[in-house]
């Protein structure tokens, strides 16, 4: 009987070596979550595709999937791969020592720099895109206790492609400022985000050259940058300026541009119909305003050394 019941349980156990599940309680496990990541992004297989293929490849090798996933999990799991990337490209970029230099290049070889941003337009169909990647130093993740923790090595990451109305250079450097706005809001949202904000004006100040080619509207980015770059360093002293204004100095003036808000708006009933979203929109544009006002009075207030 021993050894009876020995023979069902190794034919059992072989059966159950053979069987695997996808999900684990309902939930798609991390494992499967990395195997359609991989899929996607390494393999280029479509999203409607990613299940048939797992299934014809576990019939190959000789294994029962008792489960599956479908499009709408996939396109989940995708996007949540896109935000932590985002989250983990933002923290690398600051964990870099500002040792940190750009370089927007058309048909040019990175090498030798601690952070480069490449970026090149193509047009499909009449349409333009716009594709961005970086070589950048990241901290080697490594799970031994005993090696060095700030040991880097260059690794080339992908900004990814957006599509834009025309070929300008005032268009590809908004393309730039909208894609960093989204990723540093994506990273402040996150809980790694909640315990260490960071400033998205931080960004361009890293910027330390650019490369392009001959065209002119890559020579005209470049001042283009220069400006916007002059402008985040303006705006972060004048959020300093603010944080270290007292409240007796700044109440009288966000009482004054709040009331400016609701005039413009039309009152406090057409303050009131607004949607949520104009709110938030105005109530930024006032703090941008008590950071100017603040930081131009501090600014006077200096001596011309200072």
């Keep these: 009987m021993c050894d009876y019941h020995a023979l069902e349980q190794k034919q059992r156990a072989v059966e159950k070596s053979q069987t695997v599940q996808l999900k684990e309680k309902g939930i798609i496990a991390e494992a499967s979550q990395e195997m359609v990541q991989n899929l996607t992004s390494h393999c280029n297989v479509p999203v409607a595709r990613i299940n048939s293929v797992i299934q014809t490849v576990s019939q190959g090798l000789g294994i029962t999937i008792t489960d599956s996933i479908d499009k709408h999990s996939v396109s989940h799991i995708t996007v949540k791969g896109q935000v932590a990337f985002e989250i983990q490209l933002v923290s690398e970029i600051h964990e870099a020592d500002s040792k940190m230099s750009y370089l927007c290049i058309i048909h040019f070889i990175i090498k030798n720099t601690d952070l480069t941003i490449s970026g090149d337009d193509t047009m499909d169909k009449h349409l333009n895109y716009e594709l961005k990647h970086s070589m950048i130093l990241t901290p080697i993740y490594s799970s031994n206790l005993n090696a060095p923790a700030m040991n880097t090595m260059p690794c080339q990451q992908f900004f990814g492609i957006n599509a834009a109305i025309d070929h300008k250079s005032e268009t590809q ?101 607004l949607p949520p979203d104009e709110h938030e929109w105005h109530e930024v544009a006032t703090y941008w305003c008590l950071c100017m006002r603040v930081g131009k009075d501090k600014l006077d207030t200096m001596t011309p050394k200072e």
């Design 173 to 273: 450097l908004q393309g730039w400022k909208d894609l960093i706005k989204r990723m540093y809001k994506v990273y402040n949202k996150s809980p790694l985000g909640q315990r260490k904000p960071l400033n998205s004006l931080e960004f361009p100040q890293f910027v330390t050259g650019m490369n392009t080619d001959h065209a002119e509207d890559q020579k005209k980015l470049i001042q283009l940058f220069k400006i916007w770059k002059a402008a985040c360093k303006c705006e972060m002293h004048r959020e300093e300026a603010l944080l270290s204004a007292s409240l007796t100095e700044l109440i009288p003036l966000l009482v004054e541009e709040t009331e400016q808000n609701i005039a413009n708006a039309g009152g406090h009933t057409a303050w009131e119909a």
